[in-house]
């Protein structure tokens, strides 16, 4: 693991290119200044609201004010040294599998195999090798005795990046909350400060490239033109002035005199008659020839020095005296210098390639984010072309091209990371649409698997509670005795050191990449049974983009206390103008709204109503129910399986809303229940019925958005959301302390 600041930036930016195009997935995680804005905390989180209220309401304004701090980076590579583990047979045990060590392995760091180009020889051989082992495995040659690898089967590259944006007019907000937080976990906000890396915005970035390029585009046509063409005299600067001719004069004369000494490079004598005339000579490197500098003067002498110079000695090579080698606050000075033909050559190769660090420097994060983009789109990488765009002689550092893999993203509770990147490196302020900025973030990374999700919706509960915190999926998926259903070992780290320091940025998108990693296994084992024949590498660069998204849920982003999943690709969600699905399985037809109760109806009374088997329906007993009260006297009850039941057949489902309406009203009386979907019918018969009746601007349809549009803002109205305040001073009622799950 490393931390990258300007110091280094340049090194570690050339390590992560040549690492990124071999990376089976990359996984990142930020630090910012700021989560959430001021007085936001007193508004709780409305639960059934939509994702694009939510965006517009809480979300949207965050990554606007605040900045990002630190990103971490950790690139995650198929380990070729990595054996074919045995899955657990009858009568194995797991007493051959090691532990989920993450220390650094000096031998990974060049473990790895590049996608595109050339193999070398050890690469080739590790290659031979590994479709070799697949082959025995295939043809059964390996033993059930064979014990698993010792090796994980992914290494790891961990990059920690500090930002700080020095030459930037954006301003930096912290938040004093978030600041005390990150100070108790470590941050570091002396280097953020003094060394943070600069970044900007992907146009300013091809801004800035683009003029690097035609300035000396046009230096290389000039170039050429004053190889074939003499120069002209023009009329310049008219010395008028005794004092100013005299002086030039004297500069002159003892500019040529020490044109004509033999000085050689490396050699630093005067000429008598160059120290009489004010000329200082200028130690420099021996293979860019001999400087001096001319006497301080006025703006006015030094233009026409510049023009008596360049017309006699057109050869010599002048620069302010404030620039270059030596370079100091001399500005009222010029520097000559007498340079050959390869000295000529290498200055102004040195020149260009800090012209072209300078811009990277400038640019900073920026190109990492534009590198990640590009592989995440499935651009092709070379060294070549890496060395090409490191070295200044292109602009690009990747070109366009098929049949390449498109590297997933992998995040963590995620969504807010995302949108940090796009105000930082696309544009400071986001779409007033939320399904624009969705659109944006997956016009950059048009694969992203968030492990809040995968650990929530597509694998079994593995921690007791249901945890879904990294730091907890992280600890039971490097533990022994709670991975004994698997081989598995946690990616070394072949870069520096782990810091295992959580909430820095670098250490927790290791662990968003372990996590990842090992809950895949997971799933995949369960998708396979013992075959192991779909690897996650596999899975992930061999498979469709459908069997990635049914497995491990790609492109579905976890919202912080919300009904919704925020999926990248759905245009539609569970009805008409919602596009995003229902959270955590539930659906429009096993997701009830049950009105009309008591007021002294608790939550511990409708979940042991629910709970209740017998009616003929035991599968209710695999079921897990999720209570969300709108008021006093209303709630929805979410359904969900935890059993080998699917609740997406018809039948099924009839069960189920049979089992909910039986037992609701045996323990709740006469209360009116209906699914999710039936009731947005309802309510858009109630809007039918009341447009003729309500103005755009009047009544309780007229007053909202339509329902076709924003079908839940009517439900809301319909179902008494808005009657109950969602801030942390509402204590009134008994629905306030009655939220939970069983």
Request: charged share 25%.
């Amino acid at each position: 693991m490393v931390n990258v600041t300007k110091s280094n930036f340049l090194e570690q930016l050339e390590d992560f290119l040549q690492h990124l195009p071999s990376a089976s997935y990359i996984a990142l995680d930020e630090e910012m200044t700021g989560i959430s804005l001021p007085g936001s905390r007193n508004q709780r989180p409305n639960k059934i609201e939509l994702p694009g209220e939510r965006y517009t309401r809480l979300l949207k304004a965050v990554p606007e004010r605040y900045s990002i701090l630190q990103v971490g980076l950790a690139l995650f590579h198929k380990n070729p040294r990595y054996k074919n583990p045995c899955r657990p047979r009858s009568g194995s045990t797991s007493s051959n599998r090691s532990g989920g060590g993450h220390h650094a392995d000096a031998d990974d760091e060049h473990g790895y195999i590049h996608r595109e180009g050339v193999l070398n020889q050890d690469e080739l051989e590790d290659l031979v090798e590994r479709e070799e082992e697949a082959a025995d495995e295939a043809e059964g040659l390996l033993g059930d005795d064979e014990p698993a690898s010792a090796e994980p089967e992914y290494t790891s590259r961990v990059y920690n990046f500090y930002l700080f944006p020095a030459s930037s007019t954006r301003e930096m907000t912290l938040s004093p909350s978030t600041i005390q937080f990150l100070l108790g976990n470590n941050m570091d906000f002396n280097k953020v400060f003094a060394e943070g890396v600069s970044y900007t915005t992907v146009d300013q970035a091809e801004a800035m490239m683009e003029k690097h390029f035609e300035k000396y585009g046009r230096k290389e046509d000039e170039k050429a033109k004053e190889a074939s063409h003499t120069p002209s005299k023009r009329g310049g600067v008219k010395l008028s002035r005794v004092e100013d001719i005299a002086f030039c004069a004297r500069v002159i004369a003892g500019l040529r005199e020490w044109i004509d000494s033999d000085i050689q490079p490396g050699a630093y004598p005067n000429p008598a008659g160059a120290v009489t005339a004010g000329l200082v000579h200028e130690n420099r490197d021996a293979d860019e020839g001999t400087a001096v500098v001319l006497p301080p003067c006025n703006a006015f002498l030094r233009r026409a020095l510049y023009e008596s110079i360049q017309g006699e000695y057109p050869s010599l090579i002048l620069e302010r005296a404030d620039q270059g080698q030596n370079a100091g606050p001399r500005s009222n000075q010029i520097r000559v210098m007498r340079l050959s033909p390869e000295e000529k050559e290498r200055r102004d190769t040195r020149l260009r390639r800090e012209a072209w660090e300078k811009i990277l420097g400038d640019v900073g994060f920026t190109i990492l984010f534009q590198a990640i983009s590009d592989a995440c789109n499935g651009k092709v990488f070379s060294k070549e072309q890496t060395k090409s765009f490191l070295n200044g002689t292109s602009p690009d550092i990747s070109v366009d091209g098929k049949g390449s893999n498109k590297i997933p993203l992998i995040i963590h509770n995620g969504l807010m990371d995302l949108m940090f990147l796009i105000t930082h490196c696309h544009d400071p302020t986001l779409p007033e649409s939320f399904e624009e900025t969705k659109a944006t973030i997956r016009s950059y990374f048009p694969r992203i698997v968030d492990t809040k999700i995968l650990a929530g919706e597509y694998s079994d509960s593995i921690i007791k509670g249901g945890k879904s915190d990294l730091g907890s999926l992280f600890n039971v998926i490097t533990s022994e005795r709670e991975m004994s259903w698997i081989t598995f070992k946690a990616p070394t780290i072949s870069n520096g050191e782990s810091s295992q320091q959580a909430h820095e940025a670098a250490y927790d998108a290791y662990m968003t990449g372990c996590v990842f990693n090992g809950l895949c296994d997971r799933i995949l084992y369960q998708e396979n049974g013992l075959s192991g024949s779909l690897t996650l590498d596999k899975l992930l660069h061999d498979s469709t983009d459908d069997a990635v998204r049914r497995l491990v849920g790609l492109n579905k982003l976890y919202m912080h206390v919300s009904l919704y999943t925020i999926d990248l690709e759905s245009k539609d969600g569970p009805v008409s103008g919602v596009h995003d699905p229902l959270s955590s399985g539930l659906s429009v037809d096993t997701t009830f709204h049950v009105s009309g109760i008591d007021t002294n109806v608790s939550t511990r009374d409708i979940l042991g109503a629910l709970l209740i088997g017998g009616n003929g329906y035991d599968f209710a007993q695999g079921l897990r129910y999720e209570i969300i009260w709108v008021d006093d006297t209303s709630f929805f009850v979410g359904t969900r399986s935890e059993a080998d039941i699917t609740l997406n057949d018809a039948s099924t489902i009839s069960l189920l809303a049979s089992h909910v309406r039986n037992n609701l009203h045996a323990k709740l009386g006469n209360v009116e229940i209906l699914s999710l979907r039936n009731y947005f019918v309802q309510v858009r018969c109630m809007k039918n019925d009341s447009e003729d009746k309500n103005s755009p601007q009047h009544g309780l349809v007229g007053s909202i958005v339509s329902a076709a549009t924003l079908p839940f803002a009517i439900v809301g109205h319909v179902l008494g959301f808005g009657k109950r305040t969602h801030d942390t001073t509402a204590s009134e009622g008994p629905a306030h302390k009655r939220r939970r799950t069983s």
